[in-house]
């Protein structure tokens, strides 16, 4: 897989802090759009250490930016991340050294945390998401899901009514329109931010896992893009 088949879409609002650690793990080779919906620092940030990045400001919800992301890039492949991740130092040769073929339309790679903070709970989510995928069940993360541009636009794109779990969903509807969706163990990324698990790690668990099987059985799917269930808070909740 070549580098300069890929483009890095990353959503950000606020994140003059996180920036930095995150660019610096990028490659120089792999482009990169951010689609922004910040009122400090960030932009200026970006344009300092990676002037190249294709910046569009724009106030939407995750899914929206992630979508316009999605238009804008012009790669092959496209890969799906957040602001707070640091991607690991043999990522960009793991992605290199892959061989997925003509099948594949998305590729899952492994979280883990960047420090000793809830390291076992990530890495039994990374455990769940290699072994699902042996049984063909799509259960990867946001922050590192990398999709055939051509297979996740003939498949609908992201749900924008989904202000959480659009990237699950992403995935699934690749996988439902026909495609292969496989874990790479190689692709790792660090988590910077234990927010989400401080509220609790049985909170996320089981909103991670129950709001997904509701939108792909369709029982209750409703319920789910009404609300996030309260995985957003004051401080962060999107526009």
């Known amino acids: ?72 890039a012009t790669t092959e492949w496209v890969l799906f991340t957040d602001a707070d991740m640091s991607f690991g130092a043999d990522y960009w040769r793991a992605w290199q050294a892959l061989d997925v073929g003509p099948k594949v339309g998305a590729v899952q790679g492994a979280k883990l945390s960047a420090d000793d903070r809830y390291r076992t709970y990530y890495r039994l989510f990374s455990f769940g998401i290699r072994a699902l995928a042996w049984l063909t069940v799509p259960a990867g993360s946001g922050s590192n899901m990398i999709h055939r541009r051509r297979a996740l636009l003939g498949a609908g794109g992201f749900d924008p009514a989904l202000t959480a779990n659009e990237d699950i969903y992403a995935l699934w509807s690749v996988r439902r329109a026909g495609w292969r969706v496989v874990f ?17 790690r049985l909170r996320k668990t089981l909103h991670g896992w129950v709001r997904p099987l509701m939108l792909f059985t369709g029982l209750g799917d409703d319920r789910v893009r009404k609300s996030s269930w309260g995985y957003w808070t004051d401080d962060d909740e999107p526009e």
């Open 184 to 200: 790479a163990g190689g692709l790792k990324v660090y988590e910077r931010d234990h927010r989400r698990l401080d509220q609790g």
């Open 1 to 72: 897989m070549r580098l300069e088949d890929l483009t890095v879409v990353v959503p950000t609002k606020d994140e003059a802090g996180n920036i930095g650690p995150f660019l610096d793990s990028l490659d120089g080779r792999v482009a990169l759009v951010v689609v922004d919906a910040s009122t400090d620092d960030t932009r200026e940030v970006i344009r300092q250490r990676r002037p190249d990045a294709v910046v569009i400001e724009d106030a939407g919800t995750i899914p929206e930016a992630r979508q316009i992301g999605l238009e804008r």
